[in-house]
Structure formats: structure tokens, C-alpha cells
């Protein structure tokens, strides 16, 4: 669906103030990585996701966020999150919000995002759990997938930024939230995907 900023309602504002404020207090609080923080973490970005609410999952992750650096590479998040979780799954999105939150800068990948971009913005994104050949006939790995979808989610931000859409979408956000104008580029973009993408 064509995200249309003019046709935002009070409703959009009121769900997107109450994700600010969420956010903002993440991302003030990562360092202190407490059981606040941690609650707080998980119900913005891991509301879903009853297995991270366990804490044989929950404490290795928020103990990898606490070692993450800004620089460090998502595809060896991903590969830590796989070792150190005990439900034996590639965590895609669990990483990219991880590594977010260290590093602003770095896109989220979640449901609602990959929706979007291949419907929408008809990104070659694959579908992580669907069995895919390459052209030799052989069955594409999990994490070759997910390093494929990580670099079209990272292209595809590099080159909308750059665009009129971006600049109205990033001004808009700027003219209705000037209190989290500080926040990334990236993340305003996330913010209004999620909002008014109708997936």
C-alpha cells in the first residue's frame, strides 16, 4: 500500500509518540542494560516473540547486546545469536534491533519491513524459511539468505535516502515529533514503514 503521510491520523500520531518515547528511552538506557531497559526492549521490539520473555533465551541476548560494538558485523551477530540462544534458529531481526541499538545508523529488518519493500518497493528479498536453489540447482543455505536480504535492505536504504519521498517522509517526522528530530534518518524511515504500511 502507498504510504500517504497527508492521510495520517490521530490515531498514527498517538501510536507513533507512544514508540518514540519507547525508543528514546532504549536507546538512553542500553548501556545501564537492566531489567527496566530490559522489559522495556522487549515489549517495544520483541512483543511477538514469547520465547525471548524466557530467560534461557533473554539473558544470553541482552549479554550480547551489552558485548555489541558499533562496528561489529550483523552477519556475526546473527551466527552468535544461533550459538548462544537455545532454540537453534537464525535470528535475523533479533540482530538487525540489536545491532540497531548500538549502532542508529544500521536498518531494522522485521516482518512489516519485508513486507513493504518487496510488495511495495519490489526489493529481491527471499524468504528466509522457503527453500530456494541457486543456479547450479543447489539449495540456497539459511544464512546465505539472510546475508542476500541484508544487503538489499542495506542498498535500498543507501539509494531511497537520497530521494524527494525520503526528504518529505524525514520532514514530516521532523515537523510532527520535533522532540525526537536527533533520532536517525534510518529510524524515522523505520518508524513510518511500521505506521503506515498497513502490513
Same mark, same amino acid.
Given at each position: 500500500? &502507498?504510504?500517504?503521510?497527508?492521510?495520517?491520523? !490521530?490515531?498514527?500520531?498517538?501510536?507513533?509518540?507512544?514508540?518514540?518515547? #519507547?525508543?528514546?528511552?532504549? #536507546?538512553?538506557?542500553?548501556?545501564? =542494560?537492566? !531489567?527496566? +531497559?530490559?522489559?522495556?526492549?522487549?515489549? +517495544?521490539?520483541?512483543?511477538? #516473540?514469547?520465547?525471548?520473555?524466557?530467560d534461557e533465551n533473554r539473558v544470553p541476548f541482552?549479554?550480547? $547486546?551489552?558485548? %555489541?560494538?558499533?562496528?561489529?558485523? $550483523?552477519?556475526?551477530?546473527?551466527?552468535? $545469536?544461533?550459538?548462544?540462544? @537455545?532454540?537453534?534458529?537464525? !535470528?535475523?531481526? +533479533?540482530?538487525?534491533?540489536?545491532?540497531?541499538?548500538?549502532? @542508529?545508523?544500521? @536498518?531494522?529488518?522485521?516482518?512489516?519491513?519485508?513486507k513493504y519493500l518487496k510488495t511495495d518497493e &519490489?526489493?529481491?528479498?527471499?524468504?528466509?524459511? #522457503?527453500?530456494?536453489?541457486?543456479?547450479?540447482?543447489? !539449495?540456497?543455505?539459511?544464512?546465505? &539468505?539472510?546475508?542476500?536480504? /541484508?544487503?538489499?535492505?542495506?542498498? /535500498?536504504?543507501?539509494?531511497?535516502?537520497?530521494?524527494? %519521498?525520503?526528504?518529505?517522509?524525514?520532514? /514530516?517526522?521532523?515537523?510532527?515529533? @520535533?522532540?525526537?528530530?536527533?533520532?536517525? =534518518?534510518?529510524?524515522?524511515?523505520?518508524?513510518?514503514?511500521?505506521?503506515?504500511?498497513?502490513?
Amino acid at each position: 500500500m &502507498k504510504i500517504c503521510l497527508a492521510k495520517a491520523t !490521530e490515531k498514527h500520531l498517538m501510536s507513533l509518540n507512544i514508540g518514540l518515547l #519507547q525508543y528514546s528511552y532504549i #536507546q538512553n538506557h542500553y548501556v545501564k =542494560n537492566d !531489567e527496566d +531497559f530490559r522489559d522495556v526492549f522487549t515489549d +517495544f521490539y520483541l512483543t511477538s #516473540q514469547a520465547r525471548m520473555r524466557n530467560d534461557e533465551n533473554r539473558v544470553p541476548f541482552f549479554e550480547l $547486546l551489552s558485548k %555489541t560494538k558499533p562496528s561489529d558485523l $550483523l552477519i556475526d551477530i546473527v551466527e552468535e $545469536l544461533y550459538k548462544i540462544l @537455545p532454540i537453534g534458529m537464525y !535470528e535475523f531481526s +533479533f540482530a538487525t534491533k540489536l545491532l540497531h541499538t548500538i549502532n @542508529p545508523k544500521s @536498518p531494522i529488518y522485521d516482518s512489516k519491513v519485508y513486507k513493504y519493500l518487496k510488495t511495495d518497493e &519490489k526489493v529481491d528479498l527471499w524468504d528466509i524459511h #522457503q527453500k530456494k536453489l541457486n543456479r547450479a540447482g543447489k !539449495e540456497i543455505s539459511k544464512i546465505d &539468505k539472510i546475508k542476500h536480504n /541484508w544487503e538489499e535492505l542495506n542498498n /535500498w536504504y543507501d539509494a531511497f535516502i537520497k530521494t524527494k %519521498t525520503a526528504v518529505d517522509w524525514i520532514n /514530516w517526522f521532523d515537523c510532527n515529533f @520535533p522532540t525526537y528530530k536527533s533520532i536517525s =534518518n534510518i529510524k524515522k524511515i523505520d518508524f513510518i514503514i511500521f505506521t503506515f504500511s498497513g502490513y
